[in-house]
C-alpha cells in the first residue's frame, strides 16, 4: 500500500489501533468488549488523523469490529479515504478418511456439541481444531468481517475484489498497491467518503447483505455508519429492501461455499450485477468509475455459487427484521440460516439471566425439543457490551436440534450462527423492554414469514409485569464498560453513543 502512496506522489505514514479478535474473546467475560471497542476504534482514528493533519487515509481493517469502527472513522473525518482490507481466510481441510471436507472456525463451534452428544471424540475435535483455520485472513465464511469487507466494497468505499480475495493471494498485494495510489487520485480530485456514501449506496450495501445472506451484525454496523453520516435510515427500511432483494447466495454458515468460492465465481461485482435492477448503478466508487461500469466488465464463473435473480435460493432477502410486543423497536434474524420448519414456530420460553447460564443448561441437556431458549440482559446497556453467542448457537446446532429449539436474545449473534436465532431484541431488558418480564412457560410466537415476534400475553399481563419490574443495576460498577453502559443507544439505533 505504501508502495502505491509513493508512486501516486504522496509520503505515507502508519499507524495502529486496537483490534479485539472475537474467536479469543468468545465464551468468557472478554466478549463483553468487543462491540464496545468499535467506538474506540472509530474515536482513536480521528484522534490520531486529526492530531497529524493527515491529507487523507487509507484503512487496512480485516477482522470484525475493525472494519466498522474505520468505516465509522472514515465518515466522521470525512477527508479522502479509501479501504483495503487484509483479505478473507482459505477454508480449511478435515480429512475423514476416505475423503475431505471444506472446515472453519464454525465447524469447531458445532463439533463442541457433537462431542456432547457423543456424535465426535474428543481427539477428533482436537484434530479439527489444528486444520480448521488453516492461515491468516479474516474467517472464510460469510461472517461478520468478511460481511462488513463485502459491504464495503458495496458502499463504494473500497475496489473491486476487497471483499473477496484471498489474504494469501497475490491479487490482494496487488489491490493494495493499487489502493495506495487511488487514494493520491481522490485527494487530487477532492473526493471524499460522505460524496460516496449516502442513503442510495446505503441501499445498495443492504441490498447486497441481502443477496449475499450476511451477518446480522451488519444490520447493526451499518446502522452506526447511516448514523455517522446524516442519513435516516429507519430499521423498517431494511425489510423494504429484504422484500424485493432476492437471496442469490448460500455460504457458510448457511450454505457449504466459502468466500473463497464467492470470489472464484466472480465476487462482488458480480452479486452486484445480477441485481443490476434492483440496485441504483449509477453512483461514484473510490475508483473513480461508477457501479453501472465496474459490473459492466464482471463475469460469472459459477452459477451454483451466485445463483441468478430467476434461480434465487428464495424470494425474499437473508436478513429480516422482526416487529411485535416482544420486539417493539425490532430485533434481527438471519433469514437464510433458518431451517424451513422454523421459519413460522412457537413454543414455551426458557429464560435466562446471561450467556453463561444458557451455556451451561444447553451442555447438561436441559433444553427440551420446541422450546424458546431467551437470554436476556446481555444488549449494549445490560451486558454490557451486548455480547455474541455464537457458543450456545453452535452448540445447539452441533447437537442436532437448530430445527427444534429457537432462541432469542437482546445480545448478539456471531456471522458464523445459524438457526433460529433473533437477536437485537429492543428495547432490551435492561431498558425495560418487554424480554425483561418473559417467565418460564410463557409461549414466544414467531413468525420469520411475516416479520412478527410475540409473545402470548394480553397486555393488562404485560403492564402488570412491568409494574413489577424492578430497575436493573449492572454488575459492572467501574472501567470503560461503565462509561460504554451509560453512554451507549439501543441496538436498532446502532448501538451507538448519545
Known amino acids: 500500500?505504501?508502495?502505491?502512496?509513493?508512486?501516486?506522489?504522496?509520503?505515507?505514514?502508519?499507524?495502529?489501533?486496537?483490534?479485539?479478535?472475537?474467536?479469543?474473546a468468545m465464551n468468557h467475560q472478554g466478549m463483553k468488549y468487543s462491540l464496545p471497542s468499535r467506538e474506540l476504534i472509530a474515536d482513536s482514528v480521528e484522534i490520531t488523523a486529526q492530531a497529524h493533519a493527515f491529507d487523507a487515509l487509507v484503512f487496512i481493517p480485516n477482522c470484525d469490529k475493525v472494519v466498522p469502527g474505520m468505516l465509522m472513522a472514515a465518515l466522521r473525518l470525512n477527508i479522502p479515504a479509501i479501504f483495503i482490507s487484509g483479505g478473507p481466510m482459505l477454508a480449511g481441510r478435515f480429512d475423514m478418511g476416505k475423503k475431505s471436507k471444506k472446515v472453519d472456525l464454525n465447524s469447531v463451534f458445532e463439533a463442541v456439541g457433537k462431542v456432547i452428544k457423543g456424535q465426535m471424540s474428543e481427539t477428533e475435535l482436537e484434530r479439527l481444531v489444528g486444520v480448521a483455520c488453516p492461515g491468516c485472513g479474516s474467517c472464510a465464511g460469510m461472517f461478520t468481517a468478511n460481511t462488513m469487507n463485502c459491504l464495503t466494497e458495496a458502499?463504494?468505499?473500497?475496489?473491486?475484489?476487497?471483499?473477496?480475495?484471498?489474504?494469501?493471494?497475490?491479487?490482494?498485494?496487488?489491490?493494495?498497491?493499487?489502493?495506495?495510489?487511488?487514494?493520491m487520485q481522490l485527494l487530487a480530485l477532492d473526493i471524499r467518503p460522505t460524496d460516496i456514501v449516502n442513503e442510495k449506496s446505503m441501499e445498495n450495501a443492504f441490498a447486497v447483505d441481502m443477496a449475499l445472506g450476511g451477518s446480522t451484525n451488519s444490520v447493526l454496523h451499518l446502522m452506526a455508519l447511516a448514523n455517522e453520516a446524516g442519513i435516516d435510515f429507519p430499521l423498517v427500511k431494511i425489510n423494504d429492501i429484504s422484500e424485493k432483494t432476492p437471496?442469490?447466495?448460500?455460504?457458510?454458515?448457511?450454505?457449504?461455499?466459502h468466500i473463497e468460492d464467492l470470489d472464484r465465481a466472480g465476487g462482488i461485482a458480480v452479486v452486484m450485477k445480477q441485481l443490476n435492477k434492483k440496485i441504483n448503478t449509477n453512483l461514484i466508487t473510490v475508483s473513480g468509475k461508477?457501479?453501472?461500469?465496474?459490473?459492466?466488465?464482471?463475469?460469472?464463473?459459477?452459477?451454483?455459487?451466485?445463483?441468478?435473480?430467476e434461480n434465487a435460493?428464495?424470494?425474499?432477502?437473508?436478513?429480516?427484521?422482526?416487529?411485535g410486543n416482544l420486539a417493539p423497536e425490532g430485533a434481527v434474524v438471519k433469514r437464510s440460516a433458518v431451517a424451513d420448519e422454523m421459519m413460522v414456530h412457537s413454543g414455551r420460553a426458557r429464560v435466562f439471566d446471561s450467556e453463561d447460564e444458557?451455556?451451561?443448561?444447553?451442555?447438561?441437556?436441559?433444553?427440551?425439543?420446541?422450546?424458546?431458549?431467551?437470554?436476556?440482559?446481555?444488549?449494549?446497556?445490560?451486558?454490557?457490551?451486548?455480547?455474541e453467542m455464537l457458543t450456545p448457537t453452535s452448540m445447539l446446532s452441533g447437537m442436532g436440534m437448530e430445527k427444534e429449539v429457537a432462541l432469542i436474545t437482546d445480545g448478539r449473534f456471531s456471522g458464523a450462527t445459524r438457526g433460529a436465532a433473533i437477536g437485537h431484541v429492543s428495547p432490551e431488558a435492561a431498558d425495560r423492554g418487554p424480554i425483561a418480564i418473559i417467565r418460564d412457560g410463557d409461549i414466544i410466537i414467531i413468525d420469520i414469514t411475516n416479520n412478527k415476534l410475540e409473545i402470548d400475553l394480553s397486555e393488562k399481563e404485560i403492564n402488570k409485569r412491568f409494574a413489577k419490574l424492578g430497575k436493573y443495576k449492572s454488575s459492572i460498577q467501574s472501567g470503560y464498560l461503565k462509561r460504554y453502559a451509560a453512554n451507549v443507544t439501543s441496538a436498532s439505533k446502532g448501538a451507538v453513543f448519545n
Open 155 to 183: 458502499l463504494g468505499l473500497a475496489l473491486p475484489g476487497n471483499g473477496t480475495i484471498p489474504a494469501v493471494d497475490i491479487r490482494r498485494y496487488e489491490l493494495a498497491k493499487k489502493a495506495g495510489y487511488q487514494v
Open 358 to 387: 444458557a451455556t451451561s443448561a444447553i451442555k447438561n441437556n436441559e433444553i427440551k425439543k420446541g422450546e424458546v431458549v431467551v437470554i436476556r440482559y446481555e444488549g449494549p446497556k445490560g451486558g454490557p457490551g451486548m455480547r
Open 313 to 323: 435460493h428464495s424470494l425474499k432477502g437473508g436478513i429480516a427484521v422482526l416487529f
Open 290 to 309: 461508477t457501479i453501472a461500469e465496474i459490473i459492466a466488465k464482471s463475469k460469472l464463473k459459477d452459477g451454483d455459487v451466485i445463483h441468478s435473480l
Open 1 to 24: 500500500m505504501k508502495d502505491g502512496v509513493r508512486r501516486g506522489g504522496g509520503i505515507p505514514f502508519e499507524f495502529n489501533t486496537i483490534a479485539v479478535c472475537d474467536g479469543l
Open 247 to 257: 437471496c442469490l447466495c448460500r455460504l457458510r454458515p448457511a450454505g457449504e461455499y
